[in-house]
């Protein structure tokens, strides 16, 4: 490329950034220039990208509006790729979707998707990708123990780059149970005689499952005593005041005090505390903890993948995403400088290492799951 389109393209991208040029007309300078000398690259690393496009589907709500703001906008005005949002209600919907779609994947390139069952089950599926690690540096600063849990799956390799941390853990209201009662009670807390009539819980088998073996002293992905797990679930229900089944639920639940101890999604939690509600979080040991990543389906143009993951990893960028969607993001904080706003956030680990963070393991839930979930269904009817 010579030296006179470089400067050209340089000063229309600076053009573009700074609002004097439209994105129409630097994606159409970009186009023109590379077709007449060639144009594999960029002064910048990005004008090869000029002109395409990515889907990008999520939760929607405060997740996409962050997404929107911090990631792809900016995004968009560096390379001049542009990010088309989906939005799904749930994951089983949106696994049809894909399904349903030519050939399986089509149009559909990134998902948010949460925990790691989904991941097994889209490369299960076959709809997984091999991501080319080298076009992503920043991946260097994503914590190995989020990393560790799909890499286990896809021998080694990644179809996928975590993004955020999570937990459902357990909220208390401080005014009715003090810091040192909860810390005393740990899981104990959900099946508290004491608390009758103001506990609540998500509505969800595993969830629940899994802190009746933590209040069985049993580790969650290896449950020797079944029967234990059941005859605590059966206290519970007559405990309990309300099966939650959203988010929106759970914090008109905690903000009107209607409820004083409940399982609860740790940003739920951030948000009520901001909002300045007397709400504890508590995270025992082997807490219920996930992550969200971004999965790049197969057929995917990975260069273009990769630059939005990398752009997605940058500090600045995923940090004020962090501070938007009130969950910590997947970057190690012993590497990158977290702000005290993600620093005070629940589900935050200033080691970096997850010690007591305790990922479902999927084949040992997926494998359980008919007989467990109808199980659980007859005990939260009370039969």
């Keep these: ?66 997404f929107r703001k911090y990631a792809f906008t900016p995004f968009e005005k560096e390379t001049g790729v542009e990010v088309v949002e989906g939005q799904f209600g749930d994951m089983d919907t949106y696994l049809t979707q894909i399904k349903a779609s030519y050939p399986p994947g089509g149009e559909f390139n990134l998902a948010h998707l949460s925990a790691v069952f989904d991941y097994a089950r889209y490369v299960g599926l076959g709809y997984d990708s091999v991501i080319d690690e080298s076009k992503i540096p920043n991946l260097q600063n994503v914590m190995t123990a989020m990393l560790k849990p799909l890499r286990k799956i896809t021998d080694g390799k990644l179809s996928a780059v975590p993004y955020d941390l999570g937990q459902t853990g357990l909220a208390y209201n401080t005014n009715q149970i003090s810091k040192a009662e909860a810390e005393k009670l740990g899981a104990g807390i959900l099946f508290e005689d004491s608390l009758a009539d103001k506990i609540g819980t998500w509505g969800e088998w595993r969830t629940n499952i899994w802190y009746a073996a933590l209040y069985t002293g049993q580790n969650p992905n290896n449950i020797t005593d079944l029967d234990a ?60 903890s996930w992550m969200e990543y971004i999965f790049v389906l197969k057929g995917t143009d990975m260069d273009t993948a990769c630059q939005l993951l990398n752009y997605m990893l940058e500090p600045e960028c995923a940090i004020a995403v962090a501070e938007a969607q009130k969950y910590p993001p997947s970057l190690d904080p012993t590497k990158v400088d977290m702000p005290k706003s993600v620093q005070k956030l629940p589900a935050f680990d200033p080691s970096g290492e997850l010690d007591g963070y305790l ?9 359980k799951q008919i007989e467990w979930a109808e199980k659980w269904d007859r005990i939260m009817a009370g039969a």
């Design 359 to 367: 990922f479902a393991d999927p084949a040992y839930w997926n494998s």
């Design 229 to 288: 797990v059941w005859k605590a679930l059966r206290k519970q229900q007559k405990l309990v005041k309300k099966y939650w089944s959203s988010g929106a639920e759970l914090m008109s639940l905690l903000a009107n005090e209607e409820i004083y101890a409940t399982t609860a999604w740790s940003g739920r939690v951030a948000n009520l505390q901001a909002q300045g509600h007397p709400i504890g979080y508590l995270a025992p040991k082997n807490t219920y």
């Design 1 to 66: 490329m010579s030296q006179d389109i470089k400067k050209q393209i340089t000063q229309a991208h600076t053009e573009y950034k700074n609002g004097a040029l439209s994105r129409r007309d630097f994606i159409k300078y970009l186009s023109i220039a590379g077709a007449s000398v060639g144009l594999l690259g960029g002064p910048f690393g990005m004008s090869a990208l000029a002109g395409k496009s990515i889907r990008f589907d999520s939760w929607g709500g405060t997740t996409s509006e962050a």
